[in-house]
Structure formats: structure tokens, C-alpha cells
């Protein structure tokens, strides 16, 4: 696989591999994100998702981390703080890890968990002045890294 330098090459990549393998790319784009958030059912669903786990591991770490997108939505409230509000996202990335099938937008963990991980980076970026890491180039990294290993 050559080098992923832009979007399009990055959403065909992801779509070419096996529902176990996007579970543990999205992984490595949560991973990436992981710091933003202190949630062990958030944690939980990354590991689930990068070992590869069983259905009910599957179904329980969802719910543990749709859980945890509510309990941090609800906390980023009308104020509108932003370090909650990354946290909420870097929660919906992990679930979209472990969903079941069907149940991302997208059809993709992957591609959700990447959409997920860099409106948390983006939230950060507001709430810091803008100092933002391109979240996407360092996502086209990790990915190529899984595709070579």
C-alpha cells in the first residue's frame, strides 16, 4: 500500500478492510486522542476493540461507551467547555470502535472513530487559541503503519 497523503486514499483504505480491522484502526485514532478523556469504560472499549473481542465484550464495551458519550455531552453543557466537549467526542469514537453492525452512520468504524477523534482535537484547538495538530495527516499515518504491519 503506498503512502496515504490525503483524504480520498485514506476513506478507500479504511473501506477496503474487514469489520475486525477497522475496529482496531479506529482504534488507533482513538488511542491518539485517548489523553483528552479520563474514562475507564472509554479506555475499556479501545482495548476491546484493538484485541478484538468477543460479541458480548463487543456489546458491553459499547454501552459502556455510549454511556460515557452521555455523561460527557451532558457535562460540556451550555457554557459550551470545550475540554468536555473533546471528551465527549473521543467517547463517541470509542463507540463507534465497538458498535454493532449497522449501527454507524457511516457503515465504517474506522472512518466514524477518525471523524470522532478530530472534532476532539478541534475542540482542544478552540479552547487553546487554535494551536491544533492536523489530526488527519496523523491519522494517514497510523493507518499506514496497520497496512504495512
Same mark, same amino acid.
Given at each position: 500500500?503506498? /503512502?496515504?497523503?490525503? /483524504?480520498?486514499?485514506?476513506?478507500?483504505?479504511?473501506?477496503?478492510?474487514?469489520?475486525?480491522?477497522?475496529?482496531?484502526?479506529?482504534?488507533?485514532?482513538?488511542?491518539?486522542?485517548?489523553?483528552?478523556?479520563?474514562?475507564?469504560?472509554?479506555?475499556?472499549?479501545? /482495548?476491546?476493540?484493538?484485541?478484538?473481542?468477543?460479541?458480548?465484550?463487543?456489546?458491553?464495551?459499547?454501552?459502556?461507551?455510549?454511556?460515557?458519550?452521555?455523561?460527557?455531552?451532558?457535562?460540556?453543557?451550555?457554557?459550551?467547555?470545550?475540554?468536555?466537549?473533546?471528551?465527549?467526542?473521543?467517547?463517541?469514537?470509542?463507540?463507534?470502535?465497538?458498535?454493532?453492525?449497522?449501527?454507524?452512520?457511516?457503515?465504517?468504524?474506522?472512518?466514524?472513530?477518525?471523524?470522532?477523534?478530530?472534532?476532539?482535537?478541534?475542540?482542544?484547538?478552540?479552547? /487553546?487559541?487554535?494551536?491544533?495538530?492536523?489530526?488527519?495527516?496523523?491519522?494517514?499515518?497510523?493507518?499506514?503503519?496497520?497496512?504495512?504491519?
Amino acid at each position: 500500500m503506498a /503512502e496515504i497523503k490525503n /483524504e480520498a486514499a485514506f476513506r478507500q483504505a479504511l473501506d477496503g478492510l474487514a469489520l475486525a480491522d477497522q475496529r482496531k484502526a479506529g482504534a488507533l485514532f482513538v488511542r491518539a486522542v485517548l489523553p483528552l478523556i479520563e474514562d475507564e469504560r472509554v479506555a475499556g472499549a479501545v /482495548e476491546v476493540a484493538a484485541k478484538g473481542g468477543s460479541d458480548e465484550a463487543l456489546a458491553a464495551a459499547f454501552q459502556g461507551a455510549r454511556r460515557a458519550s452521555i455523561d460527557w455531552h451532558t457535562r460540556c453543557g451550555a457554557e459550551g467547555d470545550w475540554k468536555e466537549q473533546a471528551a465527549y467526542f473521543v467517547a463517541r469514537a470509542a463507540a463507534a470502535c465497538v458498535a454493532p453492525p449497522g449501527h454507524v452512520k457511516s457503515g465504517n468504524p474506522a472512518w466514524q472513530a477518525a471523524v470522532n477523534a478530530r472534532m476532539a482535537r478541534t475542540s482542544v484547538a478552540i479552547d /487553546e487559541d487554535g494551536t491544533a495538530v492536523r489530526e488527519n495527516e496523523a491519522q494517514y499515518r497510523l493507518l499506514g503503519e496497520f497496512l504495512k504491519a
